[in-house]
Each structure stands twice: as structure tokens, then as C-alpha cells.
């Protein structure tokens, strides 16, 4: 009988399992910390979207959302804590990293206090994502459970130094923030030349275009059909949008308004969208605001130039001049502009995908584990 490797930590990561760049990258982080030999247990309310492999190190708790006639609205947040003071219990934790202020590190907060009381002291790392900075905390309502929820954490990371920035301005923060960037796995990333799965797009003289994003309002995502509009009266291509969301009637609607159908393909949610990225020649990114543009690096990790906004943490991924070109958000023109420059001359093009390729690399998984890592280990020798 082979005796199995004792685990290294036991880690709770809580996450929305929903498409986006918060759950990609908590998922992609607890399998990365499994693989290490730590024992990683998600908690979420159904199975994160990228998390579809098997491995002894890994477990999921669903936080079941019963609807009580007596509430109006289900109470998520209570069941959250519920099934974290279970769940360390039982699996006996040595900590909980909670992706999001709230409602998860106001969960996971609640379920300290609880545990607290039974002599259980479980540290918590809240990361920041940037949503519950830039959008919730927006909103006065929310500002001293946020305030709260950061101030309250034992150790408190941000996925960008700009969202850092915004962070401490916003709130009053009276603790120390560390950035701890987005990551990629290189590995994932194999620039195989699948001459077939680009035809199956494009002809051999028309370009491909793409956007990836979850369709809200924040994406401006028809600001990506209106300047795919002025590239196609200069350069023959075709346009791939990957995901779903609140604006895909919109999106669709306007599509027709500006005859792009026959050039445009909505493709839907995808689990794994490097293949398509491999084939793709620019991608656009026009979002109001990203905390940190994680597609954006996915782009760049698959030698694809990015055209973006210059918005919040996107100059920290996408170098101007280099790997793609930063524009002002609503700069339609100069967005169109610059895709042209690039898909025109064929050198140039080649030139920025290696630079973009080179850069994301900055950011592959072996070069940011570590920092978490050490995060944990010194959280779990203070808890001993």
C-alpha cells in the first residue's frame, strides 16, 4: 500500500465559481497549491468554473442557499459563515483566503468570531479584486462593512497596485495592503500552430479579432463592435467574442445596426479560451475600468497584442508601445486607429507579439506562487 505525502497547509479558498477574472484566478491558485502538496478546499455556493480536474489535494464544499419562507431574500451570506465554521472544523483548516471584502471576508469574519469561541484561531487573507473597491464601494451603504472587512483581516493583498491606490484613497484603511499580482500558467500556453482551427474563423488573408469579458457595463462592450467597424473598412478580418452577460442583446442588436454580422461570431463561455487565443491576431479591450486585466494577460501570454483603455491597473500588464497600446476610455477613433497601425504592417505585428509574450511571462505562476506561499507560512507560525 503506497502511504500518501502528508500535506504541507490546509487551505480554505472562497471564491465566486462564476466566468471572471476574480474566480479564474482563485481557482487556478488553490490547483497550483495543490499541486505543491497542500490540501485546498473551495467553498462556494456550486463548483468554480475552472476547477475540472481531479486530485486528491483538492475538495469542494457547496454553501447550500435554502429559500426560507420567512426571508425575503436568501440569506447567502449567513450560510456562507455557517459552512465556514463547519468546514474548519471538520477539515480542521490552517487558514481561510477569502477572495472579495464582501461579502466573503465579512463571512469569513463572522465565522472567525464564532470559531474564536470555541478556542479555534483561524487567520484570514482577504484579496482584493477590485469590484467590491470600485463598484460596491462606490456605494455609501456599504463603505464601513467594507472598512470593516479589509481592516479586520489578518493579512490583506491586491491584485494591482493601482487598485491599492484606489483602495486606501476610498476607505479608511488603517493596515498594510500587499500587492500580489494576477498570474498565468506559461504551461497552459503552447502557440501550437493550428493552421485548421484558424480557417475554421478566417480566410489565410483576413485577421482575427477578439474579445473576451463577462458583458457587463463596465466592458463598454460595444465599444469593441464600433471600432471592429472602422478596422474592417481598412483591414479584411473577423471578430470572435467569447462570454456572456447583461449586454449580449445589446451587443447582437448593434451588431446588425452596423451589418457586422457576417464578420462577427458571439462563441458563448469557454473553459479553456487559449486555443482560440493561439489563432487570434489583436485582442481589444475598451472596459471603463479594470482593476487588473487578467484577459488581458491571457492575450499576452498567447502572443496576441492587446489594444486597451489606460484605465486602473491595465499600464501595470499592457506596456505602451510595446505590447499593445493604451487609449483613453471612450477613444473609439484612436482604438481603431492603432488595431489598423498594427494589422497593416505585418513586422510591427510580429514585433508585439513577441514583446507581448515576453512580458506576460513576468507574471507566470513559479513567479507569483511563492508569494502567497510565504504569505500563509508566516500567517500559520503566528497562529501556532
Given at each position: 500500500m503506497i502511504a500518501l505525502k502528508q500535506s504541507k497547509y490546509k487551505i480554505g479558498i472562497v471564491c465566486y465559481p462564476t466566468y471572471g477574472g476574480s474566480g479564474v484566478v482563485a481557482t487556478e491558485l488553490g490547483m497550483a497549491l495543490a499541486n505543491k502538496n497542500h490540501e485546498v478546499h473551495f467553498i462556494s455556493y456550486s463548483q468554480p468554473f475552472r476547477l475540472d480536474v481531479f486530485s486528491d489535494k483538492i475538495n469542494f464544499h457547496e454553501v447550500s442557499v435554502p429559500n426560507y419562507p420567512l426571508f425575503e431574500y436568501i440569506p447567502y451570506e449567513h450560510n456562507l459563515t455557517a459552512k465556514l465554521v463547519d468546514v474548519v472544523l471538520h477539515e480542521k483548516l490552517n487558514l481561510l483566503h477569502v477572495h472579495y471584502a464582501i461579502p466573503h471576508a465579512f463571512a469569513a469574519l463572522s465565522a472567525k468570531q464564532i470559531l474564536a469561541a470555541k478556542g479555534i484561531h483561524i487567520p484570514i487573507i482577504t484579496t482584493l479584486h477590485g469590484t467590491d473597491i470600485t463598484l460596491l464601494g462606490k456605494d455609501k451603504s456599504f463603505k464601513s462593512v467594507i472598512e470593516f472587512a479589509i481592516n479586520n483581516s489578518d493579512v490583506v493583498t491586491a491584485v494591482s497596485e493601482s487598485l491599492k491606490k484606489e483602495t486606501l484613497s476610498?476607505?479608511?484603511?488603517?493596515?498594510?495592503?500587499?500587492?500580489?499580482?494576477?498570474?498565468?500558467?506559461?504551461?497552459?500556453?503552447?502557440?501550437?500552430?493550428?493552421?485548421?482551427?484558424?480557417?475554421?474563423?478566417?480566410?489565410?488573408?483576413?485577421?482575427?479579432?477578439?474579445?473576451?469579458?463577462?458583458?457587463?457595463?463596465?466592458?463598454?462592450?460595444?465599444?469593441?463592435?464600433?471600432?471592429?467597424?472602422?478596422?474592417?473598412?481598412?483591414?479584411?478580418?473577423?471578430?470572435?467574442?467569447?462570454?456572456?452577460?447583461?449586454?449580449?442583446?445589446?451587443?447582437?442588436?448593434?451588431?446588425?445596426?452596423?451589418?457586422?454580422?457576417?464578420?462577427?461570431?458571439?462563441?458563448?463561455?469557454?473553459?479553456?479560451?487559449?486555443?482560440?487565443?493561439?489563432?487570434?491576431?489583436?485582442?481589444?479591450?475598451?472596459?471603463?475600468?479594470?482593476?487588473?486585466?487578467?484577459?488581458?494577460?491571457?492575450?499576452?501570454?498567447?502572443?496576441?497584442?492587446?489594444?486597451?483603455?489606460?484605465?486602473?491597473?491595465?499600464?501595470?500588464?499592457?506596456?505602451?508601445?510595446?505590447?499593445?497600446?493604451?487609449?483613453?476610455?471612450?477613444?473609439?477613433?484612436?482604438?481603431?486607429?492603432?488595431?489598423?497601425?498594427?494589422?497593416?504592417?505585418?513586422?510591427?505585428?510580429?514585433?508585439?507579439?513577441?514583446?507581448?509574450?515576453?512580458?506576460?511571462?513576468?507574471?507566470?505562476?513559479?513567479?507569483?506562487?511563492?508569494?502567497?506561499?510565504?504569505?500563509?507560512?508566516?500567517?500559520?507560525?503566528?497562529?501556532q
Open positions: 476610498s476607505f479608511n484603511i488603517k493596515r498594510e495592503i500587499q500587492v500580489v499580482p494576477n498570474f498565468i500558467d506559461s504551461s497552459l500556453y503552447k502557440h501550437e500552430n493550428n493552421s485548421g482551427l484558424r480557417r475554421s474563423f478566417v480566410r489565410d488573408d483576413e485577421k482575427l479579432i477578439i474579445h473576451i469579458s463577462n458583458f457587463r457595463k463596465v466592458k463598454r462592450v460595444q465599444d469593441v463592435l464600433k471600432v471592429f467597424s472602422k478596422i474592417q473598412d481598412k483591414v479584411a478580418s473577423k471578430l470572435i467574442l467569447i462570454g456572456d452577460g447583461p449586454e449580449r442583446l445589446e451587443m447582437e442588436q448593434l451588431s446588425r445596426n452596423l451589418d457586422l454580422c457576417d464578420n462577427v461570431r458571439f462563441i458563448g463561455k469557454l473553459k479553456a479560451v487559449e486555443r482560440i487565443l493561439s489563432v487570434s491576431d489583436l485582442f481589444l479591450l475598451p472596459s471603463a475600468t479594470e482593476s487588473f486585466g487578467l484577459v488581458a494577460l491571457e492575450a499576452m501570454a498567447s502572443r496576441v497584442p492587446v489594444i486597451s483603455t489606460n484605465t486602473g491597473g491595465l499600464p501595470e500588464v499592457n506596456i505602451e508601445g510595446k505590447t499593445g497600446f493604451l487609449l483613453d476610455v471612450k477613444d473609439i477613433k484612436s482604438m481603431a486607429e492603432k488595431s489598423i497601425e498594427l494589422l497593416s504592417d505585418e513586422d510591427k505585428l510580429m514585433q508585439f507579439k513577441e514583446c507581448a509574450y515576453k512580458h506576460a511571462m513576468q507574471f507566470d505562476l513559479p513567479n507569483i506562487l511563492p508569494m502567497y506561499e510565504a504569505i500563509y507560512e508566516d500567517l500559520i507560525s503566528k497562529s
